[in-house]
């Protein structure tokens, strides 16, 4: 992958950061991610896409509730909209060329700022999208999804598809329209559609009936509009339970596979699960996975944590190896994501304003990502594992336990079963010996 700068250099002490092994002790360097290696049939590069979310790490500014911006940028001081957007562009894809990272994403406002005339936005959209189709060609960086932020702007407090006011939902369906398009320009293999603020903070003055309908019908029309347009992608829902709203309709994965379900929509959704919104849904970021992957809808990663002793989604980069652990134990036994990958939905914290922390904290994401991944591997090919969990459901392998999960019997067959044989004995789970398990493969 080429390096590419623009008139300036941005991170001038810099190069690119490669894979040196355990043994090295430079920071700046891999030492578990070689993208090179196959694991289970496929290269590390192939498993995860790696992909720098362009809205964290180049548009956040290190605020907080409690803390005002601390992050300062070059680009900022520039008069033009499309001027700070190309130099923000410039030092984006040096960092993503530096890193190797092969993908990015983006929100439409994270790639310019917008005004609230449309036509304006559509004409500055379309001049960005030219100049990071050139950046692209040049090194080689492919966009793994776009999406609209139909959040941050006040219009959309009540929400966006699911806003009581039309006029609002209007707006929304002319930005996403505007953010398809330059998905599909830049070649983008998927598009998100996140929780953002769809869902109420009261019931007293809220049909949810009717916003749910809603929802649904700004997806099917949204959809219906990019495949005429060409796009040939998946579409993801991102659920997230609530924050900002007190309850959010696409709560966990459950609750987006079941209103995909009911509004038909499976064939052309899949769910792009953050590990953050889990912990917020009061799940582990493998159940989430796990929902997924039985649902054949296990699409993308947008991955982070969340500070636990804290009441909101913190987005802080990967550091838990036992929880990635358990989380590529899903993945490598779903056979992988369908056609999404593992993007750094994380930021670095609010006073972290050297820029060497963007490279060190997404090196040890990637780093725990790696190791996770060959730790999983080894479970799976060389522990008792999978056996012990497959003998816990052995007595419907056959007969009439079998019988039960051909849908081959009645209530009735159940009586007769029990009188005949009794009750059976308790038997242990495990649970203790399968953590230890996973722990000593740490």
């Known amino acids: 992958m080429k390096i590419l700068t623009g008139n300036q250099v941005y991170f001038e002490t810099v190069g690119r950061v490669e894979f040196e092994g355990v043994e090295s002790d430079n920071p700046l360097a891999f030492r578990w991610y070689d993208p090179t290696r196959v694991v289970a049939g496929k290269t590390m590069a192939e ?64 790639l310019i700022d917008y005004t609230d005339d449309m036509l304006d936005n559509e004409r500055n959209v379309e001049e960005i999208v030219a100049y990071a189709k050139e950046k692209q060609e040049q090194s080689g960086v492919k966009l793994l999804w776009g999406a609209a932020n139909l959040f941050s702007h006040h219009r959309y407090m009540n929400g ?40 109420y903070m009261s019931l007293v003055n809220t049909n949810m ?41 696409g709560y966990d994965a459950e609750t987006v596979v079941g209103f995909l379900r009911e509004f038909d929509l499976l064939d052309d959704f899949k769910l792009n699960l953050v590990t953050g919104h889990a912990t917020l849904a009061g799940h582990t970021f493998q159940h989430e996975l ?17 500070e636990y002793q804290k009441g909101w989604d913190t987005d802080q980069f990967p550091a838990d190896l036992n929880e990635l652990t358990k989380a590529m134990l899903t993945v490598l036994e779903a056979g992988g994501l369908n056609g999404g990958g593992v993007n750094f939905d994380a930021k670095v914290k609010h006073n972290a304003t050297d ?58 067959d159940l009586w007769d079963h029990t009188i005949s044989y009794g009750t059976s004995e308790i038997k242990s789970s495990r649970q203790e010996y399968m953590e230890n398990l996973i722990a000593r493969y740490l």
Not at 162 to 174: E, I, K, L, R, S
Not at 217 to 246: C, V, W
Not at 290 to 306: H, K, P, T, Y
Request: include cysteine; aromatic fraction near 16%; glycine fraction near 8%.
């Open 160 to 199: 966006a598809s699911t806003n009581p006011d039309f006029q609002v939902v209007a707006y929304a369906g002319a930005q996403v329209k505007v953010a398809l398009h330059a998905t599909i320009e830049l070649g983008g293999e998927n598009y998100v559609f996140g929780g953002g603020r769809e869902g």
């Open 290 to 306: 796990q929902v997924a992957a039985d649902a054949g809808m296990l699409g993308s990663i947008a991955v982070n944590r969340s």
């Open 209 to 249: 009936k009717r916003e749910r309908a809603h929802l649904a019908q700004f997806l099917h029309m949204s959809k219906d509009y990019a495949r005429k347009n060409g796009f040939q992608g998946t579409f993801f829902i991102e659920p997230k339970p609530f924050d900002p709203t007190k309850h959010q309709y």
């Open 355 to 412: 820029s060497l922390e963007l490279f060190y904290a997404h090196i040890g994401g990637m780093d725990n990502f790696a190791r996770a991944l060959l730790i999983a591997d080894r479970i799976l090919q060389h522990s008792d594992y999978k056996k012990i969990r497959n003998e816990r459901y052995v007595s419907f392998n056959a007969g009439v336990g079998l019988d039960f999960e051909k849908d081959r019997l009645f209530l009735e």
């Open 47 to 110: 498993h995860f896409k790696f992909a720098c979310t362009y809205w964290h790490s180049f548009n956040g500014n290190g605020s907080d509730p409690f803390g005002s911006p601390a992050h300062f940028y070059s680009w900022e001081r520039k008069a033009s909209i499309v001027e700070r957007a190309k130099e923000k562009m410039d030092s984006a894809f040096e960092f993503m060329t530096k890193m190797q990272l092969p993908y990015y994403c983006f929100h439409d406002i994270d």
